[in-house]
């Protein structure tokens, strides 16, 4: 599955003249409508001073993400100028990520190329745009028949800049590129249908990707998986006829100085196995992948960037669906390592793929491992929709993965493992339970259960995204509906943050 992007570059042009469908400008509130953000000066001459007037007379009232819609009646070459809200105060990158997404969203169907006159020239806003109307510009029609009842996307981004030649400009857009390119490939296999994406196709894409993208890959089939001891991928995946996989993408550049270990929970339909869910909890459970897909896709970025970072991912892949093989409550399952563990809730199976990956990632003597997984609903009732949860064995790190987030413009907030979780899922048979008695703090039992599995002197973070990874309502900023890529932006600036000597 290869993602198409259109194209964006910068240019030192005036923006009236610009031969585009639309031109883009930045609005705030004013004391008597809107304020013209910089770079919207010489369309304002073209509308003879009278472009903040007019937009105000059409309801624009500057707040973040608002779009309002100008005929240009020949005042420039563009047939629309398109105002965008930033909000109050100074635009940070992520208002400007989010005007773009916003912006693009609305312009969809209605033009083909589109420039932005909007910003300061400044290379980390350029890219924050370029960013945000990549990824507001996706979309996802594999299922739709009648394409052409479909909006045409947009194939072609211009940025008007006095620094189009600027260096640090066109590394910015480098980078907004790829990084787009891995968000919305994660986009994609999140939407797929869990027909067409179960874990030998899942591994089968995912070898096309790494190739393309230059990666080591190693796949390894249910024989491999039999013969290699990993029985928490085999014992969710025993009750499909599909059988499960483990992919591994290795990035080894030569000057690597820190080395990334990256864990993705990749259940392709989790319908709870024996312990079945309700069907109003399957709808949205094909982005069980999710994780899988994350950190897959964020490190053929970080190889598209060349960042001297050594990384590692691993994605176990498996199908929890309840038959005559499926694994039972109170069957014990012996995990990659050697730890047994003993199943209470077969719907708790992400941890368990997790387990046999992150016992294999550590053997390879990663500096820092991450694990990426829609793995409670406790922690959607924790923190929502849009915030994912970050535990760990290490505060300063887990500091350092909400910092990063941020950045990225993604939303994380740190939780605690308090003292006296682990206990909870002590076994009377196995070495440990894979759920606790009581339904209380379930997302710190999760993350409980997998710190047992991390190995001594690795510092680690569990990234529990089930809250964020799918947008079930409505679209919003760059998000769209259905599969978000969250935290793929995250993974990357941590792999960025390592090269700065960060981490």
Not at 205 to 224: C, F, H, N, Q
Not at 459 to 475: C, M, T
Request: with cysteine; aromatic share 6%; net charge neutral.
């Amino acid at each position: 599955m290869s993602v198409t992007s259109p194209s964006i570059s910068a240019r030192k042009t005036a923006a009236p003249s610009a031969k585009v469908d639309a031109l883009v400008v930045g609005v705030s509130p004013g004391e008597k409508g809107v304020t013209l953000a910089p770079g919207a000066e010489d369309i304002d001459k073209a509308f003879g001073g009278k472009l903040a007037e007019t937009l105000g007379a059409l309801g624009a009232k500057g707040k973040a993400e608002e779009v309002t819609l100008v005929p240009s009646g020949g005042a420039v070459s563009a047939t629309i100028v398109a105002a965008v809200g930033l909000g109050g105060g100074e635009p940070t990158t992520e208002t400007l990520r989010r005007a773009g997404g916003a912006v693009v969203r609305r312009l969809t169907g209605r033009a083909e190329s589109v420039a932005f006159a909007l910003g300061d020239g400044e290379a980390a806003h350029l890219g924050a745009l370029a960013e945000g109307a990549l990824l507001g510009g996706y979309s996802f029609h594999r299922y739709r028949t009648q394409s052409d009842k479909q909006p045409k996307a947009i194939s072609a981004f211009t940025l008007v800049t006095g620094n189009a030649r600027d260096k640090n400009v066109k590394t910015a857009l480098a980078r907004a590129e790829a990084v787009a390119r891995a968000v919305n490939l994660t986009r994609d296999w999140v939407n797929t249908a869990p027909s067409d994406l179960y874990p030998a196709v899942f591994a089968e894409e995912a070898k096309a990707e790494g190739k393309r993208a230059g990666l080591k890959v190693e796949v390894l089939d249910k024989k491999a998986l039999l013969a290699g001891g990993y029985g928490g991928i085999i014992g969710v995946g025993q009750g499909s006829e599909r059988e499960p996989r483990l992919v591994r993408y290795s990035y080894r550049p030569s000057k690597a100085k820190r080395h990334l270990a990256f864990v993705g929970k990749g259940i392709t339909f989790d319908t709870g196995g024996i312990s079945l869910k309700p069907n109003e909890g399957m709808i949205t459970m094909k982005c069980d992948m999710a994780g899988a897909a994350a950190v897959l896709a964020a490190v053929t970025a970080i190889a598209e960037l060349e960042l001297p970072v050594a990384v590692d991912a691993w994605a176990p892949l498996a199908e929890n669906m309840p038959s005559g093989s499926a694994q039972r409550p109170s069957d014990v399952l012996n995990i990659y390592g050697g730890k047994t563990v003993e199943v209470l809730n077969t719907d708790a199976e992400g941890r368990l793929v997790l387990a046999d990956g992150m016992v294999r990632a550590a053997e390879e003597k990663p500096d820092i491992l991450i694990d990426v997984a829609t793995l409670t609903g406790a922690c959607v009732v924790a923190l929502g929709n849009r915030v994912f949860g970050i535990m760990g064995n290490d505060e300063e790190f887990q500091n350092k993965v909400r910092e990063t987030a941020e950045r990225a413009g993604e939303t994380g907030w740190t939780l605690p493992i308090p003292e006296g979780t682990r206990e909870r899922l002590d076994s009377k048979v196995a070495d440990l339970a894979n759920v606790a008695s009581g339904r209380y703090g379930g997302a710190l039992v999760a993350a409980a259960f997998l710190q047992d599995f991390v190995a001594d002197g690795i510092r680690w973070a569990h990234l529990d995204i089930a809250g964020p990874a799918y947008n079930d309502s409505s679209p919003w900023g760059y998000t769209p509906v259905g599969g978000t890529g969250s935290s793929v932006r995250t993974l990357v600036g941590l792999a960025e943050a390592a090269v700065a000597g960060e981490l």
